[in-house]
């Protein structure tokens, strides 16, 4: 059984910088992908990012391009979601979600497991 845990939320003035951390146990493939979602209050939600684990390549989503960076550490089985220059909509509960097709190709519904998630506030 996957198991995902996130950490690493919290509260933050625009322009601060956060780093979610999502450890994730119970999977032994190595030819996955992970993803970050985010969902905020009347909001649809969004997947922000997506990293492989086959070849390492990432995805993200347009309004995070150049602030956000996702990283894996491998041996700690933990993938990261570095969010610098953050914005006030950057506002919501992150996900993590694994594991979903290896090319990052896939939507939220083609992923197995999701974390308990982890909030992030950003204040004006």
């Known amino acids: 059984e996957v198991q995902l845990k996130e950490s690493g939320g919290g509260l933050v003035q625009a322009g601060g910088s956060l780093r979610l951390a999502c450890a994730v146990s119970?999977?032994?493939?190595?030819?996955?992908?992970i993803a970050w979602f985010r969902h905020a209050p009347g909001k649809e939600q969004e997947r922000v990012s997506c990293?492989?684990?086959?070849?390492?390549?990432?995805r993200y989503t347009e309004s995070v391009k150049g602030r956000f960076t996702t990283s894996t550490d491998n041996a700690k089985n933990t993938v990261y979601l570095q969010m610098d220059r953050l914005k006030p909509e950057d506002t919501a509960t992150y996900y993590c979600?694994?594991?979903?097709?290896?090319?990052?190709?896939?939507?939220?519904?083609?992923?197995?497991?999701w974390g308990q998630g982890t909030e992030v506030t950003v204040l004006p």
């Open positions: 979600a694994a594991p979903g097709p290896p090319d990052c190709s896939g939507d939220y519904y083609q992923y197995d497991g």
């Open positions: 119970g999977f032994a493939a190595d030819d996955y992908a």
């Open positions: 990293i492989s684990r086959r070849d390492g390549r990432t």
